[in-house]
């Protein structure tokens, strides 16, 4: 049996109590208040436990040094410049589509022959046009049936070919209306007219209310009666609503019945879940479409930039919140579906599973959902905020002009007018990071590594300051790389005093 | 440079159904084998958020219609799946069914099916060849415990499936020929190679083969009988470990035994495409874990630390981003931490590393008197488990089977004075003489019978030994670098194709050219062993190309059973005597 869906819990579970929060803020609530004084003690001792076991082991092997080589590279035929194989392609596959479609036109052909066959006849059976007698039991009536299909000769039949046995007096015998084969009663099945229409037009029909709810296609949705259930009933209906009926046989019966079917089965209507399931996927599509373009006017209301407002971020906050409203509340719905499971017999426990582990997949689906998103979305900064952030930013960029000044001096006094042009370069747009003289003399004696260090992080910081976001990002990567590779370095000294500074930086 | 790789193969064609079916919502309708095949590489969580909602399996029954759901049929061509099918399409329960069958089906069921569908809603009827299960990236299983019928012969039935494993297995890394070679000792080698052969040689679609082919795939079909010891060892490496003391499934492992085991660790997956820890550590020895796992506990304690401290607006953020990492990095601390103490708990108390070191002793130096000696030690050690005692049993019968002096009913006698040996054991130690004894078997499997192998063996005990627990080589990795020396002797392992290629290759070989494949893929009648496969990752760290796979992945529990399964009547007969006459 495969694992039951029903029991993997999602959701905003507590970590360590697993009660389930039902809400983001509800969890942050329930984990300052619950857990935050209180250090995991069951883990702990776990952990302690665990410890004294693996201690004793680990005396008993040695670990063996990996080696790399590659001493079974000569005795295979892999040509590893082949580009083709770079990449695992998808395996062999084989299609059938071709040859199974042809094989259901075959089949189905035939059937459909005999389908329109029968329709063409019913449609003049059931004609309401006046020239066409009514009343089924006046010879009139059955005159115009007979020209409409002929009606084979009963004087051979003594035994009905359905149920075989033999016609009396008692038994008598009866024509298909639509092949015009011999049938006793028993075997006979009847048509409404009503029905009939239905399979004739299926859109206009006013049956279509009555059958196009579709959920059980099969089995109790019979299109006609057989007369040892319906026959009084029938009758009471002939007389009530004087609704007149055909007499079918069996064979004719499946083929229309078939045709009943799949007009059923075309026009089933959507159960609630998929109706849900639309809205949830609308509103995740609007996300996916509005989340981007939030994150980044938050991302410039924050760094200062004055290139949105506040009222932009907070617009596109409300329309965010209500796509989480709206998943998380549909989801909900879902989920209650699973649990009332509406128009499912109550014997059918299979259905009721399937339908049930139906929706609370779907939930599942959206708080997963709900999680990827939500999380990566900040709250819209209050005016404050947004005000010290430009303040800030004023500052620091005036502080940048002092600086640029007051080195542009330095190196004015100090260096011949040869530089001036270099200086001069500073635009807008052509941003570049500047080196402090003090900071290279003193690195001077440091490691070229640690050099590389601290010009990174100064470039890092006159970048921030610039808003170069950017340059900012690939710079703290290139930092990163270097603090691997200083790490790596025996000398630890170097090292720890990078890591001072680098602390002082943040 | 990529190395072939099995899960990648299997996840390839999962993800290509569900791309097919579009973007609506989606069910996937699966047998028992496929779903199992499914649950290897793809973790349910993962399937779910491309809108797969309903997991289900093809006998599940039902009435209500859930037209606006696509089906995704991913199932094996079986009389049954193709009757269920039939069934379903006379009344459907989906709007539309994508049907993909995991190997060849027949044209008359493709009919069946054609004419069963009559409210027309079948999309896709195609052959997705991903038959077997993906374990590792070079190691795959068929999951049939028990291959051997009595008497050692193929059953109409598994030598069907076998076929049609080892077939996917190439399609789905895009081969369509290979050089078959088989083991000639086995009867079962030689008729899944000839089989395997025609199956190959009849799927006209796919041998139309490219003139630029010259990579050749060598498939090399062995049978277990050979090497009867491997699966008896205990291991020390981590999966292998698991498997052999707790035992993964279908990459679940039960923990329930474990004493005070809390409820949500009854049963955990380890699955190394989800689990970085278990990815790094598969290999590991058990020391290396040990430290590993240490780093990984201090490594958590202080995300634990830091996750707890919450005391402004910003910890709260920074504890609502990390969340979910952190609370998957707890998952799998608990996890590991549970496994590791348990199976230190257990190597403890079955003092499990003096059997092990006796067990490597006999099998890779062994003086006879000294292993007496020892084996008898044990025996009277009531910490020692039965379970232990009789793997030392069967690898002394097997060692010293015609040794002048074998002591082995001295070492029974002894072993029946002191502990009471269930009689599924005693059984057992007859029917592992009969499986892998001198009688079937070839290989010097201890190295002990050509002057150049004893010198081998002597080169190894010169070298000194890096870890006693871990001396012994399977047999396998012997034989594949003999393989790729062009020193696997065509007598014993004779190649299946047609003539012409046998002439081609007796040409080449007298030019003194061995043939390079472009890789290897062997199966192992019987099953294979998570050591085995430790040792195929190893050459292929190397930039070996080899895909290993078997019936079923043993453990020696498993082992022992498909053993005694496969012993012909009347030695069992003989061993109830011989047990009754023991008693008396």
Same mark, same amino acid.
């Given at each position: 049996?495969?694992?039951?869906?029903?029991?993997?819990?999602?959701?905003?579970?507590?970590?360590?109590?697993?009660?389930?929060?039902?809400?983001?803020? $509800?969890?942050?609530?329930?984990?300052?208040?619950?857990?935050?004084?209180?250090?995991?003690?069951?883990?702990?001792?776990?952990?302690?436990?665990?410890?004294?076991?693996?201690?004793?082991?680990?005396?008993?092997?040695?670990?063996?040094?990996?080696?790399?080589?590659?001493?079974?590279?000569?005795?295979?035929?892999?040509?590893?410049?082949?580009?083709?194989?770079?990449?695992?392609?998808?395996?062999?596959?084989?299609?059938?589509?071709?040859?199974?479609?042809?094989?259901?036109?075959?089949?189905?052909?035939?059937?459909?022959?005999? %389908?329109?066959?029968?329709?063409?006849?019913?449609?003049? +059976?059931?004609?309401?046009?006046?020239?066409?007698?009514?009343?089924?039991?006046?010879?009139?009536?059955?005159?115009?049936?007979?020209?409409?299909?002929?009606?084979?000769?009963?004087?051979?039949?003594?035994?009905?070919?359905?149920?075989?046995?033999?016609?009396?007096?008692?038994?008598?015998?009866?024509?298909?209306? +639509?092949?015009?084969?011999?049938?006793?009663?028993?075997?006979?099945?009847?048509?409404?007219?009503?029905?009939?229409?239905?399979?004739?037009?299926?859109?206009?029909?006013?049956?279509?209310? $009555?059958?196009?709810?579709?959920?059980?296609?099969?089995?109790?949705?019979?299109?006609?009666?057989?007369?040892?259930?319906?026959?009084?009933?029938?009758?009471?209906?002939?007389?009530?609503?004087?609704?007149?009926?055909?007499?079918?046989?069996?064979?004719?019966?499946?083929?229309?019945?078939?045709?009943?079917?799949?007009?059923?089965?075309?026009?089933?209507?959507?159960?609630?879940?998929?109706?849900?399931?639309?809205?949830?996927?609308?509103?995740?599509?609007?996300?996916?479409?509005?989340?981007?373009?939030?994150? %980044?006017?938050?991302?410039?209301?924050?760094s200062g930039d004055t290139?949105?407002?506040?009222?932009?971020?907070?617009?596109?906050?409300?329309?965010?919140?209500?796509?989480?409203?709206?998943?998380?509340?549909?989801?909900?719905?879902?989920?209650?579906?699973?649990?009332?499971?509406?128009?499912?017999?109550?014997?059918?426990?299979?259905?009721?599973?399937?339908?049930?582990?139906?929706?609370?997949?779907?939930? $599942?689906?959206?708080?997963?959902?709900?999680?990827?998103?939500?999380?990566?979305?900040?709250?819209?900064?209050?005016?404050?905020?947004?005000?010290?952030?430009r303040d800030e930013r004023k500052r620091l960029v005036e502080e940048r002009n002092e600086l640029e000044?007051?080195?542009?001096?330095?190196?004015?006094?100090?260096?011949?007018?040869?530089?001036?042009? %270099?200086?001069?370069?500073?635009?807008v747009?052509?941003w570049?990071? %500047?080196?402090?003289?003090?900071?290279?003399?003193?690195?001077?004696?440091?490691?070229?590594?640690?050099?590389?260090?601290?010009?990174?992080?100064?470039?890092?910081?006159q970048?921030q300051i610039a808003g170069r976001?950017?340059?900012?990002?690939?710079?703290?990567?290139?930092?990163?790389?270097?603090?691997?590779?200083?790490?790596? $370095?025996?000398?630890?000294?170097?090292?720890?005093?990078?890591?001072?500074?680098?602390?002082?930086?943040? | 440079?990529?190395?072939?790789?099995?899960?990648?193969?299997?996840?390839?064609?999962?993800?290509?159904?569900?791309?097919?079916?579009?973007?609506?919502?989606?069910?996937?309708?699966?047998?028992?084998?496929?779903?199992?095949?499914?649950?290897?590489?793809?973790?349910?969580?993962?399937?779910?958020?491309?809108?797969?909602?309903?997991?289900?399996?093809?006998?599940?029954?039902?009435?209500?219609?859930?037209?606006?759901?696509?089906?995704?049929? =991913?199932?094996?061509?079986?009389?049954?799946?193709?009757?269920?099918?039939?069934?379903?399409?006379?009344?459907?329960?989906?709007?539309?069914?994508?049907?993909?069958?995991?190997?060849?089906?027949?044209?008359?069921?493709?009919?069946?099916?054609?004419?069963?569908?009559? =409210?027309?809603?079948?999309?896709?009827?195609?052959?997705?060849?991903?038959?077997?299960?993906?374990?590792?990236?070079?190691?795959?299983?068929?999951?049939?415990?028990?291959?051997?019928?009595?008497?050692?012969?193929?059953?109409?039935?598994?030598?069907?499936?076998?076929?049609?494993?080892?077939?996917?297995?190439?399609?789905?890394?895009?081969?369509?020929?290979?050089?078959?070679?088989?083991?000639?000792?086995?009867?079962?080698?030689?008729?899944?190679?000839?089989?395997?052969?025609?199956?190959?040689?009849?799927?006209?679609?796919?041998?139309?083969?490219?003139?630029?082919?010259?990579?050749?795939?060598?498939?090399?079909?062995?049978?277990?009988?050979?090497?009867?010891?491997?699966?008896?060892?205990?291991?020390?490496?981590?999966?292998?470990?698991?498997?052999?003391?707790?035992?993964?499934?279908?990459?679940?492992?039960?923990?329930?035994?474990?004493?005070?085991?809390?409820? !949500?660790?009854?049963?955990?997956?380890?699955?190394? !495409?989800?689990?970085?820890?278990?990815?790094?550590?598969?290999?590991?020895?058990?020391?290396?874990?040990?430290?590993?796992?240490?780093?990984?506990?201090?490594?958590?304690?202080?995300?634990?630390?830091?996750?707890?401290?919450?005391?402004?607006?910003?910890?709260?953020?920074?504890?609502?981003?990390?969340?979910?990492?952190?609370?998957?990095?707890?998952?799998?601390?608990?996890?590991?931490?549970?496994?590791?103490?348990?199976?230190?708990?257990?190597?403890?108390?079955?003092?499990?590393?003096?059997?092990?070191?006796?067990?490597?002793?006999?099998?890779?130096?062994?003086?006879?008197?000294?292993?007496?000696?020892?084996?008898?030690?044990?025996?009277?050690?009531?910490?020692?488990?039965?379970?232990?005692?009789?793997?030392?049993?069967?690898?002394?019968?097997?060692?010293?089977?015609?040794?002048?002096?074998?002591?082995?009913?001295?070492?029974?006698?002894?072993?029946?004075?002191?502990?009471?040996?269930?009689?599924?054991?005693?059984?057992?130690?007859?029917?592992?003489?009969?499986?892998?004894?001198?009688? =079937?078997?070839?290989?010097?499997?201890?190295?002990?019978?050509?002057?150049?192998?004893?010198?081998?063996?002597?080169?190894?005990?010169?070298?000194?030994?890096?870890?006693?627990?871990?001396?012994?080589?399977?047999?396998?990795?012997?034989?594949?670098?003999?393989?790729?020396?062009?020193?696997?002797?065509?007598?014993?392992?004779?190649?299946?194709?047609?003539?012409?290629?046998?002439?081609?290759?007796?040409?080449?070989?007298?030019?003194?050219?061995?043939?390079?494949?472009?890789?290897?893929?062997?199966?192992?009648?019987?099953?294979?062993?998570?050591?085995?496969?430790?040792?195929?990752?190893?050459?292929?760290?190397?930039?070996?190309?080899?895909?290993?796979?078997?019936?079923?992945?043993?453990?020696?529990?498993?082992?022992?059973?498909?053993?005694?399964?496969?012993?012909?009547?009347?030695?069992?007969?003989?061993?109830?005597?011989?047990?009754?006459?023991?008693?008396?």
């Amino acid at each position: 049996m495969l694992p039951s869906v029903g029991d993997v819990r999602e959701g905003f579970i507590c970590p360590q109590c697993h009660h389930d929060m039902s809400t983001m803020e $509800m969890l942050q609530l329930h984990f300052q208040d619950v857990h935050m004084k209180q250090s995991s003690s069951a883990v702990k001792g776990l952990f302690s436990l665990a410890k004294q076991k693996i201690k004793s082991v680990q005396d008993n092997f040695t670990t063996v040094p990996n080696e790399q080589s590659n001493v079974y590279t000569q005795f295979f035929s892999f040509d590893q410049n082949d580009s083709s194989l770079k990449q695992q392609q998808i395996g062999y596959i084989r299609s059938y589509n071709d040859k199974f479609k042809k094989l259901r036109k075959i089949e189905h052909d035939q059937i459909s022959i005999e %389908t329109t066959r029968l329709l063409l006849r019913l449609e003049k +059976l059931i004609s309401n046009d006046e020239d066409v007698p009514k009343n089924a039991k006046t010879k009139e009536r059955r005159k115009y049936e007979q020209e409409i299909v002929e009606w084979i000769d009963d004087s051979k039949v003594s035994l009905c070919p359905s149920c075989a046995k033999p016609f009396s007096l008692s038994r008598r015998k009866h024509h298909c209306r +639509l092949d015009g084969f011999v049938i006793c009663d028993q075997c006979s099945q009847f048509l409404l007219f009503s029905k009939a229409r239905y399979l004739i037009d299926p859109n206009s029909s006013t049956l279509n209310k $009555m059958t196009a709810n579709g959920s059980s296609l099969q089995g109790s949705n019979s299109l006609t009666a057989t007369v040892t259930t319906d026959d009084s009933n029938l009758n009471n209906k002939d007389k009530v609503n004087s609704e007149n009926y055909l007499r079918i046989c069996l064979s004719c019966q499946k083929v229309l019945q078939r045709r009943y079917d799949q007009i059923c089965f075309k026009n089933a209507q959507r159960d609630e879940v998929f109706l849900y399931y639309e809205k949830i996927a609308e509103a995740q599509k609007e996300l996916a479409n509005i989340h981007p373009t939030y994150s %980044t006017i938050i991302e410039s209301l924050l760094s200062g930039d004055t290139k949105y407002q506040i009222i932009d971020g907070q617009r596109l906050y409300r329309q965010l919140t209500s796509c989480y409203e709206k998943i998380d509340s549909t989801s909900k719905h879902i989920m209650k579906l699973a649990d009332s499971c509406s128009n499912i017999d109550e014997d059918d426990t299979q259905s009721q599973f399937r339908y049930s582990a139906l929706c609370r997949n779907i939930r $599942m689906y959206a708080v997963h959902l709900l999680q990827n998103y939500a999380i990566s979305t900040r709250r819209v900064p209050s005016e404050d905020d947004v005000q010290r952030a430009r303040d800030e930013r004023k500052r620091l960029v005036e502080e940048r002009n002092e600086l640029e000044r007051a080195a542009k001096a330095e190196l004015v006094s100090k260096i011949s007018s040869t530089d001036s042009p %270099t200086t001069s370069k500073k635009d807008v747009s052509g941003w570049r990071p %500047t080196i402090d003289r003090n900071l290279l003399v003193q690195a001077q004696e440091l490691n070229p590594l640690v050099q590389q260090v601290y010009q990174v992080t100064e470039y890092i910081r006159q970048a921030q300051i610039a808003g170069r976001y950017d340059e900012v990002e690939s710079l703290k990567l290139n930092l990163k790389e270097l603090e691997q590779a200083l790490k790596n $370095m025996p000398q630890q000294e170097n090292a720890s005093t990078f890591d001072s500074y680098a602390i002082e930086c943040e | 440079m990529t190395n072939i790789n099995l899960i990648e193969a299997v996840r390839s064609y999962i993800n290509r159904m569900i791309e097919d079916c579009g973007p609506t919502i989606k069910g996937l309708v699966m047998d028992k084998e496929t779903a199992s095949i499914v649950s290897m590489v793809y973790a349910q969580s993962e399937i779910l958020q491309k809108e797969v909602f309903l997991f289900e399996r093809i006998d599940m029954g039902g009435q209500k219609s859930l037209k606006h759901l696509s089906a995704i049929c =991913f199932l094996r061509p079986t009389e049954e799946n193709i009757q269920a099918l039939v069934r379903e399409l006379h009344e459907p329960k989906y709007g539309n069914y994508f049907i993909y069958f995991t190997n060849f089906v027949e044209m008359s069921d493709i009919k069946s099916l054609a004419e069963a569908d009559e =409210f027309e809603c079948v999309r896709v009827v195609q052959e997705y060849y991903a038959d077997y299960l993906a374990i590792n990236p070079h190691l795959y299983s068929l999951n049939i415990p028990n291959t051997y019928q009595q008497n050692y012969e193929w059953n109409d039935n598994l030598l069907r499936r076998t076929v049609q494993g080892l077939v996917s297995v190439l399609l789905s890394l895009r081969k369509k020929s290979a050089t078959i070679r088989y083991q000639k000792s086995s009867n079962m080698a030689r008729i899944l190679a000839d089989k395997l052969s025609s199956t190959l040689k009849r799927q006209v679609d796919f041998t139309a083969s490219n003139p630029n082919d010259i990579n050749q795939t060598i498939v090399l079909i062995i049978d277990r009988r050979e090497d009867a010891i491997t699966p008896l060892l205990n291991q020390w490496t981590y999966q292998a470990m698991v498997h052999e003391l707790i035992g993964i499934k279908n990459n679940r492992v039960n923990l329930n035994q474990v004493p005070s085991i809390t409820k !949500e660790l009854e049963e955990v997956v380890m699955n190394a !495409e989800y689990d970085e820890f278990y990815a790094n550590n598969l290999y590991s020895n058990f020391g290396e874990i040990a430290t590993n796992i240490k780093g990984l506990m201090e490594h958590f304690q202080e995300k634990h630390k830091s996750q707890s401290k919450i005391e402004s607006i910003g910890d709260m953020k920074t504890f609502i981003e990390n969340y979910p990492q952190f609370k998957k990095l707890s998952g799998t601390v608990s996890k590991h931490v549970t496994i590791i103490s348990e199976l230190s708990r257990l190597v403890g108390l079955y003092h499990l590393l003096e059997v092990s070191e006796t067990e490597q002793h006999l099998v890779c130096q062994g003086d006879h008197n000294d292993v007496v000696q020892k084996i008898k030690r044990l025996i009277k050690n009531d910490k020692i488990r039965d379970l232990d005692i009789l793997r030392l049993l069967s690898l002394y019968a097997l060692r010293y089977e015609r040794h002048a002096s074998n002591e082995l009913n001295t070492l029974k006698y002894e072993t029946q004075k002191h502990r009471r040996l269930p009689e599924k054991y005693i059984h057992f130690l007859q029917a592992i003489l009969e499986y892998g004894g001198l009688k =079937f078997r070839q290989a010097d499997l201890f190295n002990t019978q050509t002057p150049m192998a004893i010198t081998r063996q002597f080169i190894r005990g010169l070298r000194g030994v890096d870890n006693v627990y871990a001396q012994h080589v399977p047999l396998i990795k012997d034989l594949i670098d003999q393989l790729l020396r062009g020193k696997l002797k065509d007598p014993s392992y004779p190649n299946v194709n047609s003539k012409d290629q046998i002439n081609q290759q007796n040409l080449s070989q007298q030019q003194g050219q061995i043939i390079k494949p472009s890789e290897i893929i062997i199966y192992v009648i019987g099953g294979v062993t998570y050591e085995e496969s430790y040792h195929i990752q190893l050459m292929n760290k190397q930039n070996a190309r080899i895909l290993l796979g078997g019936s079923y992945i043993h453990n020696c529990q498993s082992f022992i059973d498909e053993v005694l399964i496969a012993v012909p009547s009347s030695l069992s007969g003989a061993s109830n005597e011989l047990l009754s006459s023991k008693r008396r």
